[in-house]
């Protein structure tokens, strides 16, 4: 068996990359549009002002669905 074996280099081109956010519906993204995912949604359609306001929506979310999910449980389970 040969031990010789050689790999190309691996290459980091614009293919590779995570792609950006597109606007969708008329809408524009702002350039400091860092933000990404569900508090990058909540910032875009006016929901949140900032990157931290976001985050503790979506964390008081959490906080309401587990509330909610005991009451479930406790109540008609």
Same mark, same amino acid.
């Given at each position: 068996m040969s031990?010789?074996v050689?790999?190309?280099a691996?290459?980091?081109n614009?293919a590779?990359?995570?792609p950006a956010?597109? *606007?969708s519906?008329? &809408? %524009?993204i702002p350039v400091?549009?860092?933000?990404s995912?569900m508090a990058?949604?909540?910032?875009?359609?006016?929901? *949140?002002?900032?990157? &931290? %306001?976001?985050?503790?929506i979506?964390?008081?979310?959490v906080?309401?669905?587990?509330?909610?999910?005991f009451m479930?449980?406790k109540?008609?389970?």
């Amino acid at each position: 068996m040969s031990d010789d074996v050689q790999f190309d280099a691996d290459i980091q081109n614009d293919a590779m990359r995570r792609p950006a956010p597109m *606007a969708s519906f008329g &809408q %524009s993204i702002p350039v400091s549009a860092e933000s990404s995912g569900m508090a990058g949604w909540l910032i875009r359609h006016g929901w *949140a002002k900032s990157q &931290q %306001s976001a985050q503790m929506i979506l964390v008081a979310v959490v906080i309401i669905d587990i509330i909610a999910t005991f009451m479930v449980i406790k109540y008609f389970l």
